[in-house]
């Protein structure tokens, strides 16, 4: 995890504010901060809850409509914006980069946390431990669930039943209520924990227990939400390794020193394999029609080597990567698609 953390993140504007500074982040650099990359109700939540502890205001105000790409203008609550701050010209709204402000390390693009998860944030079934182990496996059959929360009131979570915890006490005797069964263990996280150390939780546990800032069940996770949603998030990451390994396939058949001397990098290390090659890099070698036509591919045709890539990054053309790009459509039946 990165070393500033969504608080200290927000306890650094406040330091800039009561120094005199205007001070404003682009709305993905907020939400990112706190480790989402959705604007989902729990990071709103969140957010606007941390602010309200250190008497911070946001215009636009931080929700789910808010828009990522624009600046969010930061004041102490009592104090209007520009009074008594720093005059500082803001950067131009559309793709502006945040301000040098606070330290490299911002955590801006950490962005893996459990709170990006539907589930997080939907609302798990939750039964009293007084009701009976009868009653609990019927209402676990009918939501399709393996595990329900045990509360007792909206905010006193007590733990959770599941098929496996009603085995176990079995085992030991004839359980009748869920309290017999109740299995305490099932860790208790916010919306900001690091997926990663849930993931790690789910080798001991069936589920994890998301607490919202109001102290109540937000949501439930367990590993079916997060396998359901590995495609979306790993997908894109998944897809760019293999059109860069697709890639390199094809420039194997290229001189590489005399295509970096042609075409340089721009980067100050200096490339002595394909394996050193970005895809920046590679699709400049590539558009050079002697390299292009080089790897089986006709320069003047509808197919450049950046529209290819740009095609196959998207997803919005049958990219057969294996073969050069002019017999795609002849081969997409025999192919792999990415």
């Not at 589930?119 to 676990?140: C, F, G, H, S, Y």
């Not at 920046?280 to 089986?296: F, K, Q």
């Amino acid at each position: 995890m990165s070393s500033m953390d969504g608080t200290s993140y927000l306890d650094d504007i406040k330091r800039q504010l009561e120094a005199g500074a205007r001070v404003w982040r682009r709305g993905d650099k907020v939400l990112g901060a706190f480790g989402y990359t959705r604007r989902r109700q729990s990071a709103v939540d969140l957010i606007n809850s941390e602010l309200d502890k250190r008497q911070l205001r946001a215009a636009p105000p931080i929700s789910k409509e808010m828009a990522l790409d624009t600046n969010v203008t930061f004041t102490l609550k009592g104090q209007r914006a520009g009074r008594g701050q720093t005059p500082v010209t803001p950067p131009e709204q559309e793709g502006a980069d945040e301000p040098t402000t606070t330290e490299a390390s911002d955590p801006a693009d950490r962005a893996v946390v459990v709170g990006n998860l539907k589930a997080a944030e939907r609302k798990p079934d939750e039964i009293n431990p007084e009701a009976t182990v009868a009653e609990a496996l019927t209402r676990m059959d009918i939501l399709n669930t393996p595990v329900l929360v045990v509360t007792t009131t909206p905010t006193s979570v007590k733990g959770t039943i599941s098929y496996r915890a009603v085995a176990r006490a079995q085992l030991h005797g004839t359980p009748t209520k869920v309290a017999d069964c109740l299995d305490e263990t099932t860790p208790q996280v916010t919306a900001g924990t690091p997926l990663f150390q849930v993931i790690e939780s789910f080798a001991k546990h069936e589920a994890v227990i998301v607490i919202g800032v109001n102290r109540q069940v937000a949501g439930m996770v367990t590993p079916v939400d997060v396998a359901n949603e590995f495609s979306s998030i790993a997908g894109p990451f998944l897809l760019i390794g293999e059109i860069e390994e697709h890639l390199r396939a094809l420039l194997k058949s290229i001189d590489l020193a005399t295509a970096l001397t042609v075409a340089p990098s721009t980067d100050t290390r200096q490339a002595s394999n394909l394996s050193d090659l970005t895809i920046g890099e590679m699709e400049r070698i590539l558009e050079r029609p002697e390299h292009w036509n080089s790897v089986g591919t006709d320069s003047t045709s509808e197919h450049s080597a950046k529209s290819w890539i740009l095609s196959a990054c998207s997803g919005t053309e049958s990219c057969i990567l294996v073969n050069p790009p002019n017999q795609v459509s002849d081969s997409a039946s025999n192919g792999s698609r990415v």
